[in-house]
T-cell receptor
């Protein structure tokens, strides 16, 4: 069964550094998402992406964040200058044809900012 | 404002006992409702979803959920819990009125005792 993959599984970085989290959505899916989950808290929506542009973003997704689909298969989340509070699990998800369809989640990348 | 409430932070049940996890939502439009399960260190796996039609939906692993519009609830049930069901359970809601943004509850942690 096809699945969403994410790399790396864990990343440790210094405050102020840039990080790029990578996701490979399911190949025929059209809508892509990033969520984050701070330890012990709920899953929070960050951004959705369709047709090579952001379709919706939350208040969390400020100018420090950006997303890109550079080559038609990867979907990346970049944090330009990480802060301590960016430490969280970041999940990528994709849906096949409709924005409110079933979202298939990747296993997540655990980011730790020191 | 849209919100999702999972009133039970943590539930402990005996193996073989029945289970009900509560989810209440506050939405101004017809919601799309989901239950996801997250095992330790894993991503989110879809258990079941409700878009329309029969208000009792069947999911994987023997789970079911019932949409009750009058109570704004979408409670998850399982008649006989297995030790492997121990995990974190998240209710999520989406709506055409919110674009393609999903809202997650804070989760319910399930412990299964022998």
């Amino acid at each position: 069964e096809p699945e969403v993959t994410q790399t790396p599984s864990h990343q440790v970085t210094q405050m102020g550094q840039e990080v790029i989290l990578r996701c490979v959505p399911i190949s025929n899916h059209l809508y892509f998402y990033w969520y984050r989950q701070i330890l012990g808290q709920k899953v929070e929506f960050l951004v959705s992406f369709y047709n090579n542009e952001i379709s919706e973003k939350s208040e969390i997704f400020d100018d420090q964040f950006s997303v890109e689909r550079p080559d038609g298969s990867n979907f990346t989340l970049k944090i330009r200058s990480t802060k301590l509070e960016d430490s969280a699990m970041y999940f990528c998800a994709s849906t096949p044809g409709t924005p409110l369809g079933t979202q298939y989640f990747g296993p997540g990348t655990r980011l730790l900012v020191l | 404002a849209q919100s999702v409430t999972q009133p039970d932070i943590h539930i402990t049940v005996s193996e073989g006992a029945s289970l009900e996890l509560r989810c209440n939502y506050s939405y101004g439009a017809t919601p799309y409702l989901f239950w996801y399960v997250q095992s330790p260190g894993q991503g989110l796996q879809l258990l079941l979803k409700y878009f329309s039609g029969d208000t009792l939906v069947q999911g994987i692993k023997g789970f079911e959920a019932e949409f009750k519009r009058s109570q704004s609830s979408f409670n998850l049930r399982k008649p006989s819990v297995h030790w492997s069901d121990a995990a974190e359970y998240f209710c999520a809601v989406g709506s055409r009125n919110t674009g393609n943004q999903f809202y997650f509850g804070t989760g319910t942690s399930l412990t299964v005792i022998p």
